[in-house]
C-alpha cells in the first residue's frame, strides 16, 4: 500500500539552528500539505501546494520558515532559526487532485528544540 | 476561534461496547468531514469520512453521522476493540482540495 514518506522520524536540535525536513507523498498526488501538531492540539495548516505551486501559506510564519516543491514531488520544510516553541510534530499529507477530500498522512518528524 | 471542537478529551469503554465520539463545528461552509485515528509517534490514520450531502456514512465497524442543523457529527464504533485505544480526530474541510480543519481530538480507551 501506497504511503507518504517522511524524514527524520525524530530531530534535536538546539534554538538558532537551521533544521529541514523532508516529505515525499503517494505517487501522483498533486497536491500536499505540511501540519504542525503541537502535543494535545489538532494539526494546524502550514502551507498546501499544488503541483510546484503554493496554493495557501498564509499560516506559514515566514520570517523564519521556507516550504519548496521544486520539480511538484517532493517537499522540503526548512525552519531557520529554530526557536524553543516550534517544537511539535510535523506532518506531510497528500491527497489526489479530482478527487475526494481524504488526505492521507506521513509519519511526521517530531523536533524538540532545546 | 475554534472551528472545530471535540469537547470531551478522552472516552473509556469497556471491550465489546459502543464507543461514541462528538465533535461540533461553526463554519456552515465546511462541507466535507473526516476521522482520523492516531497512536503515539504516528501520523493521523485516515478512518471514514461524510460528505455534506449525506447523514451516514458505515464502513465496517465505524458508523459516522452527520447532523447539519445542529452543526454536529459523531463516530460510532460498534464492538469497540482494545485495538481501537488511540486519539481520535474530526477535520472538516470547506471545498474540495481545501485545508482540514481539526478539533483538538478525543483519546478513546478501550479495556479488555
Known amino acids: 500500500e501506497a504511503e507518504v514518506a517522511q524524514s527524520p522520524r525524530y530531530k534535536i536540535t538546539e534554538k538558532s539552528q537551521a533544521v529541514a525536513f523532508w516529505c515525499d507523498p503517494i505517487s501522483g498526488h498533486a497536491t500536499l500539505y505540511w501540519y504542525r501538531q503541537i502535543l494535545g492540539q489538532g494539526p494546524e495548516l502550514l502551507v498546501q501546494?499544488?503541483?510546484?505551486?503554493?496554493?495557501?501559506d498564509s499560516q506559514l510564519p515566514k520570517d523564519r520558515f521556507s516550504a519548496e516543491r521544486l520539480k511538484g514531488v517532493d517537499s522540503t520544510l526548512k525552519i531557520q532559526p529554530a526557536e524553543l516553541g516550534d517544537s511539535a510534530m510535523y506532518l506531510c499529507?497528500?491527497?489526489?487532485?479530482?478527487?475526494?477530500?481524504?488526505?492521507?498522512f506521513g509519519p511526521g518528524t517530531r523536533l524538540t528544540v532545546l | 476561534d475554534q472551528q472545530v471542537k471535540q469537547n470531551s478529551p478522552s472516552l473509556s469503554v469497556q471491550e465489546g461496547r459502543i464507543s461514541i465520539l462528538n465533535c461540533d463545528y461553526t463554519n456552515s461552509m465546511f462541507d466535507y468531514f473526516l476521522w482520523y485515528k492516531k497512536y503515539p509517534a504516528e501520523g493521523p490514520t485516515f478512518l471514514i469520512s461524510i460528505s455534506s450531502i449525506k447523514d451516514k456514512n458505515e464502513d465496517g465497524r465505524f458508523t459516522v453521522f452527520l447532523n447539519k442543523s445542529a452543526k454536529h457529527l459523531s463516530l460510532h464504533i460498534v464492538p469497540s476493540q482494545p485495538g481501537d485505544s488511540a486519539v481520535y480526530f474530526c477535520a472538516a474541510s470547506a471545498g474540495a482540495g481545501n485545508m482540514l480543519t481539526f478539533g483538538g481530538g478525543t483519546r478513546l480507551m478501550v479495556k479488555p
Open positions: 499529507a497528500s491527497r489526489v487532485a479530482g478527487v475526494a477530500d481524504t488526505q492521507y
Open positions: 501546494f499544488q503541483d510546484e505551486s503554493v496554493v495557501d
